[in-house]
């Protein structure tokens, strides 16, 4: 009986060990980490396309207003003195503005005579000598002569009242072209331009200006001039 007893106890001892191992490994499971979250998509990468740029020429002997900055005369200039204007419009090509309004351009004084008796006038000769764009010196090219206005008819009237001395005494007016007058110039050179879909006009780092002269005339050279340009405008006609 004692051998049946314990045998009993065994077979029990056996099935109780399963029960067991399967009571401690429940909570196990019921607390097992959860699965790992998918990350996150990526933003989608746009890529920015630049602006595509054209290449055009702002053509030579292109127009440009400009206006003066202040009243210049031949009482108050000298021979090759320099003085500064405002371009007035915007130069553009294809509907791009190229040189902007507000540009300095530069001219010179090339010939100038002082007022004198007997109604004797002064006058001035001045050449446009180029614009000054962000630091370029774009030539550009034009004359203007001005001449005060004379008083010969007094002259005359004070040569024959009071002879030679009373005809000194009557004097001239200097030669002077008043701020804000406007003038046209024009270009030199054909003056390549990059253009781009924004709207932007942009003068091509290949440009090379024409050199800008500096130089005054003597009579002698201002008639030889005054001469081939009569000569060409009538070969034009």
């Given at each position: 009986m004692?051998?049946?007893h314990?045998?009993?106890?065994?077979?029990a001892?056996?099935?109780?060990?399963p029960?067991?191992?399967?009571?401690?490994e429940?909570?196990?499971a019921a607390?097992?980490?959860?699965?790992?979250?998918?990350p996150?998509?990526m933003?989608?990468?746009v890529e920015t396309?630049?602006?595509a740029?054209?290449?055009?020429v702002?053509p030579?002997n292109?127009?440009v207003v400009?206006?003066?900055?202040?009243?210049?005369?031949?009482?108050?200039?000298?021979?090759g003195?320099?003085?500064?204007?405002?371009v007035?419009?915007?130069?553009?090509?294809?509907?791009?503005t190229?040189i902007?309004?507000?540009?300095r351009?530069?001219a010179?004084?090339?010939?100038?005579?002082?007022k004198?008796?007997?109604?004797?006038?002064?006058?001035?000769?001045?050449?446009?000598r180029?614009?000054d764009?962000?630091g370029l010196?774009?030539p550009?090219?034009?004359?203007h002569?001005?001449?005060?206005?004379?008083?010969?008819?007094?002259t005359?009237?004070?040569?024959v009242?009071?002879?030679?001395v009373g005809?000194?005494l009557?004097?001239?007016k200097?030669?002077?072209?008043?701020?804000?007058r406007?003038?046209?110039?024009?270009?030199?050179d054909?003056?390549?331009v990059?253009?781009s879909?924004?709207?932007?006009?942009?003068?091509a780092?290949?440009?090379?200006?024409?050199?800008v002269?500096m130089?005054?005339e003597?009579d002698?050279?201002?008639?030889?001039?005054?001469?081939a340009?009569?000569?060409?405008g009538?070969?034009?006609?």
């Open positions: 004692k051998i049946v314990a045998a009993l106890l065994a077979g001892s056996l099935l109780l060990v029960a067991a191992a399967s009571a401690q429940a909570p196990a607390t097992a980490a959860p699965a790992p979250e998918a996150a998509p933003p989608a990468v396309v630049a602006p740029a054209t290449e055009a702002l030579a292109s127009e400009v206006t003066m900055n202040e009243t210049v005369s031949s009482k108050s200039h000298r021979l003195e320099k003085f500064s204007l405002t007035a419009e915007d130069v553009k090509v294809e509907g791009m190229v902007p309004r507000g540009t351009a530069v010179q004084i090339t010939r100038r005579t002082g004198g008796g007997f109604g004797k006038s002064g006058k001035m000769d001045f050449a446009f180029y614009l764009h962000n010196q774009i550009i090219e034009g004359r002569h001005q001449a005060g206005e004379g008083r010969t008819g007094a005359v009237g004070a040569v009242a009071a002879g030679l005809g000194m009557v004097k001239g200097s030669a002077k072209v008043e701020e804000g406007e003038f046209t110039v024009r270009t030199v054909a003056i390549p990059t253009l879909d924004g709207g932007a006009a942009v003068i780092a290949s440009y090379t200006p024409a050199r002269s130089m005054t003597t002698k050279q201002r008639k030889a001039r005054e001469k340009e009569r000569a060409r009538k070969k034009a006609k």
